[in-house]
Every structure is written in C-alpha cells, then in structure tokens.
C-alpha cells in the first residue's frame, strides 16, 4: 500500500492515475486546501485530513501497511509566498517535517518527494542540472530546498531511501480528460492563455518583453504532467527495490519556450486570436529555466515523450471540457 499526500491536487492526481493503473493499492491524504475530490480516481482510498495532524497520521500507518510515501501536498505560489513566508514555512517544511517524524517512529523507510526548479533562484547557467548550484529567491523555493536538506539528513541518520524530483514547468492534462489543472486562482501561463482564448478573462499579459532571451519574454521549460507521473512510478519502484536510496532529479523537457511563443502556438492550436497585452515584470522570474534531465535518463531510463504542442492541445480538451463539467 501507499499514501499519497496532496493525491487531490494537480500533480498529486495524476500520479494516483498512473499508481492504480500501474495496479498500485493507494492511499491518499489531502485536506482539499486546494486539490479537489473529484480530482483522486476511485480506486484510490481518500482520506480527508491534514498532515500536521500527527494524530491522524499515526492513525493512517496504523490501520494499513504503508510501504512508501509519495508527498505532494504543498502551497506553492511564489508571489503569496513572499507576502506570507510563514504560511509557506508552517504548510511546506513543518508539517513535512511532522510526516516524516511519523513516518520515522511507524518505520517507514521509503519518500518520493515533490520538489521544485525554484530551488535554483537565478541559475547562472541556462541549463540547469542537479549540480547547478542551489539559490532560492523566494520563501518557496526556500522552503522546498529546507525539505530536500531535511530529507537528506533523515537519508544519514535514519537510512530513509528517497528520490527527490525537482520540476520545471508543469502543464497539460490526463489523456481521457477526466483531470487537468484547475487551481484557483490561477496563475500558470498555459492555463491563462486557455482560459482568455474561452473567453474567461479579457485578455492575457505578458509580464516583462525586456528580458535577456531571442524575443526579450521569459523561457520555461514546459513538461506534461503524465510524464511527471511517469517518473514519479520509475522513481518509486527504484526506491522499493533499493536500487536508489538517495538521489535528486530534474524533470523537464529540455526544450525552451518563450512567453510569446507559448501564446502563439496556442493560437495556432484553438484557432482562436488572443488579445495580449504587455504588462510589468512579476518579481522573481528568472530570464531562462531549462532543464538538462539526463541524470533521471542514465539512471531511470525516463525521459519527456510529449512536445509542447500536444501539451497545449491536452490542456485545451480538459479546458474546453471543464467549462460545461465544473461550471
Ligand atoms: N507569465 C506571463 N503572463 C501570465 C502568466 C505567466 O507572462 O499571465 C509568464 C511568467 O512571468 C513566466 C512564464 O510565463 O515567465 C511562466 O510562468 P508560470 O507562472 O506559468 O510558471 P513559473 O515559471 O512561474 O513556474
């Protein structure tokens, strides 16, 4: 059996998708702060509740036999983390702290942690591997750096086995339509173009045309979040068989696209003009993040499958979709 915590949430659900399909028996904890019910397949077993609740955890690893935790559950907006590092610092390092103290005393050796491109800061390299040096710029990004020090100490002095992952820029949606991104509010660019060009909101901005890269927008590496999924079965089966104990990867596709490019190719795939306008720079983007994840290739075996247009046209079926399901 596994718990999944934060198996109600974008990247959380979709990894619970691969899990049962995999034939995994799945356990998931989520307090719905922001993932959905009706986001976790029903094969899994859903518990509400959080996991500060050292209580309830106890509780959890008592009544199943628990082989490893997959932990997803985290606030991760980089703009309210500024304004309220202590919301981050409670949600994102204390109560994973509490998780794996519990863990810990209920002898539960095997972690698959959820991490973050945004422990980079401003890389001075445009790709970025996992020896590119670590420098936060926000309490976010600072707060998913603190777990993975923490994870490693428990890896030294308690022998918990671990696979940190180390996301570039989600997107994209589970190929049935049945889940996708739905966070509210939203402030992911996919999303937002999608969400302007079905007339949700009047236009889309870019923020800053004056950065260092080919058209002056910023670039990300974009990656679909079934391939995320993927790496997180690879990565978990790598754990239960011990062939990994303690390891980080990057995953990202490898490929950079700009903010215009990104708004171009979803006009090319609705068909539907957006009205851009040029706004600010929101604080903290960086000029490029792209990831070199040959690391998680030689060692895994895993690699991206999807390009980004077939990204954008899963993200545009579970858009189009979601209008006339969730309205
Ligand atoms: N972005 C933008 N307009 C928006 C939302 C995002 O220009 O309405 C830009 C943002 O500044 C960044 C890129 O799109 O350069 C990707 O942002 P997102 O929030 O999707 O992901 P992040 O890279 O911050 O994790």
Not at 245 to 268: H, M, P, Q, R, W
Not at 273 to 283: A, E, G, Q, S, T
Not at 312 to 323: E, R
Request: glycine letters at 6%; aromatic letters at 8%; charged letters at 25%.
């Amino acid at each position: 059996m596994l718990l999944v915590v934060g198996g109600a949430g974008y990247i959380g659900s979709h990894v619970v998708k691969e899990l049962v399909e995999d034939n995994r028996e799945v356990v998931v904890l989520d307090n719905l702060s922001t993932g959905h019910r009706w986001a976790v397949d029903e094969r899994a077993i859903f518990i509400e509740g959080d996991m500060a609740d050292s209580k309830l955890l106890q509780k959890v690893f008592e009544i199943y036999n628990i082989e490893a935790v997959l932990h997803f559950a985290a606030s991760s907006l980089v703009g309210e983390s500024v304004i309220n590092p202590i919301k981050y610092y409670e949600n994102n390092v204390s109560s994973t702290l509490t998780l794996l103290k519990v863990m810990k005393e209920n002898k539960i050796d095997k972690f698959i942690f959820s991490s973050s491109a945004a422990v980079y800061g401003i890389p001075s390299v445009d790709i970025i591997d996992e020896n590119t040096l670590t420098n936060p710029i926000n309490p976010y990004g600072k707060s998913k750096l603190m777990v993975e020090q923490i994870v490693e100490d428990f890896h030294y002095s308690y022998g918990l086995k671990y696979v940190t992952l180390r996301y570039f820029n989600a997107a994209g949606a589970y190929k049935t339509g049945e889940i996708g991104e739905y966070h509210n509010p939203e402030t992911h660019l996919i999303p937002l173009v999608l969400e302007h060009l079905l007339g949700k909101k009047s236009s889309i901005s870019i923020y800053g045309n004056d950065y260092n890269t080919k058209d002056g927008t910023c670039i990300r590496d974009y990656i679909h979040v079934t391939d995320l999924a993927r790496a997180h079965v690879l990565a978990l089966n790598a754990v239960l068989n011990e062939e990994v104990t303690n390891a980080i990867f990057n995953l990202g596709n490898g490929n950079g696209y700009s903010v215009k490019e990104i708004i171009d190719t979803c006009e090319i795939i609705t068909g539907i003009k957006p009205i851009v306008k040029l706004d600010k720079r929101r604080i903290g983007d960086p000029d490029v993040l792209v990831a070199n994840s040959k690391k998680i290739l030689k060692e895994l075996g895993w690699k991206a499958t999807i390009d980004i247009e077939d990204i954008i046209k899963s993200a545009w079926n579970w858009h189009k979709s979601i209008l006339v399901k969730r309205k």
